[in-house]
């Protein structure tokens, strides 16, 4: 088999720069070691920054987006007996977010993908790519126990953390920054109307709590637990009660509970590799690095670094300049640590630490104090909210 661009992995970012090279007219075909069922199944974040509603509507996946998913202008910081709204669209000039699942974009891009006719190779299996520095990039993997060979210029690893791309780059040419924090999130999601029109991210004695949706019937809540919490220790009457007493009063009071649908705890990290390119092999996404899910930035991380991807392939493609590519890694990156720090500040403000001391504590509330109290706090908070802008290629 041949291609232009080999892409592994079927997540958002494998299936956005697939989707936008092949309206572009460039040649790829994307391996998957999972079902398509089993990646849909997967719930993940929910909160698009304008950057990457831009660049789906780009990619021709907007139509859904647009028609069902939710506008907001701002949300809301809860501690200390106090409910802060952070209008986002006043701080910003007119910048908001948009509430979309992740799991209805990777539908979308699934079904466009499987009409555009581009080839998406799923439950393949021991993917490893090869020559990555020299003329013949290409990929082997399994598909229906034959072993096959695909042939590349390009390979994009869209294979997440635990992919396959990352760890075919020799040892010693990354250099790895980690943070694993010391608790995690449960969430649960249910088929109840949302508690608040916004989310509400709450900073509370017995640890963070967060509101958020899917839609105006679907809810998505997280309670901050300890690292070794088992999700079978927590019955849904036990994960709602929970949340309550970690709300505002009156929020508490009007929150709808029912069956959970989905229930999982995910740990929180902070992870970067540098840099993110080897040779003809770019990384893409979660295979590069990882935030705390605080910021809501996770995904839109992706989207970023598909964006500049995209961009690059273009001018290669179109003007030659086979040169540009070594820029990517800079050029994602410093975006990247931009919104890392802002994913570890939103965390380290918001979350109960265990062990804790008074003095970090009362540090912890003299800072939610003072950047709420403040315009320009205030305008730090949402400025990084919505997302800051993606990184131009210059000549
Ligand atoms: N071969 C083929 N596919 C693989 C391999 C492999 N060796 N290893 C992993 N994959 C697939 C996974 O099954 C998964 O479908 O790669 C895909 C990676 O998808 P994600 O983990 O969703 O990563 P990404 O596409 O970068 O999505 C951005 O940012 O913070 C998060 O929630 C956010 O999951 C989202 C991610
Ligand atoms: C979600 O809806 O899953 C969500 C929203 C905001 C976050 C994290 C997760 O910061």
């Not at 380290?348 to 709420?372: A, C, I, K, N, W």
């Amino acid at each position: 088999m041949k291609t232009q661009v080999a892409i592994i992995g079927a997540g958002p970012s494998g299936l956005l720069l697939g989707q936008l090279l092949h309206k572009a007219g460039i040649d790829n075909l994307i391996i998957e070691r999972q079902s398509p069922e089993y990646v849909l199944g997967r719930i993940r974040a929910g909160v698009l920054e304008q950057g990457m509603v831009d660049l789906l509507r780009e990619a021709g996946v907007g139509a859904r987006m647009d028609r069902e998913g939710l506008v907001h202008d701002g949300f809301e910081l809860a501690f200390d007996g106090r409910r802060e709204r952070i209008d986002l669209h006043g701080l910003t000039g007119g910048k908001t977010v948009m509430i979309y699942g992740q799991t209805e974009v990777t539908r979308d891009l699934m079904e466009a993908r499987q009409a555009s006719g581009a080839t998406t190779l799923y439950n393949v299996s021991d993917a490893q790519p090869h020559d990555l520095k020299g003329d013949r990039p290409h990929i082997t993997f399994t598909l229906n126990g034959e072993r096959v060979r695909l042939d590349c210029e390009h390979i994009a690893g869209c294979d997440g953390f635990h992919g396959v791309s990352r760890k075919s780059i020799p040892a010693g040419v990354l250099k790895e920054f980690e943070r694993i924090y010391p608790f995690g999130w449960l969430g649960v999601l249910a088929d109840t109307p949302p508690v608040s029109e916004e989310l509400i991210y709450a900073n509370h004695a017995r640890g963070f709590a967060l509101c958020s949706m899917r839609s105006p019937t679907r809810t998505r809540y997280y309670v901050q637990v300890g690292a070794e919490e088992k999700v079978e220790d927590w019955s849904d009457e036990r994960f709602w009660e929970e949340l309550k007493r970690r709300l505002p009063a009156d929020t508490a009071a009007r929150l709808v509970t029912g069956p959970a649908i989905e229930k999982s705890i995910a740990p929180l990290r902070s992870y970067v590799v540098e840099p993110m390119q080897y040779g003809h092999l770019f990384l893409v996404g979660d295979a590069a690095h990882i935030v705390p899910p605080t910021g809501a930035k996770g995904l839109n991380l992706a989207a970023s670094d598909v964006s500049t991807l995209y961009r690059l392939l273009l001018r290669v493609y179109r003007e030659g300049r086979s040169d540009l590519l070594e820029r990517y890694s800079q050029l994602c990156l410093k975006r990247i640590w931009k919104a890392e720090r802002f994913s570890w500040w939103m965390t380290s403000m918001l979350h109960r630490f265990p062990g804790t001391d008074d003095f970090s504590q009362r540090m912890q509330q003299t800072e939610l104090d003072y950047f709420v109290g403040s315009e320009a706090g205030r305008r730090t908070i949402a400025e990084n909210y919505v997302g800051l802008p993606y990184e131009a290629i210059d000549d």
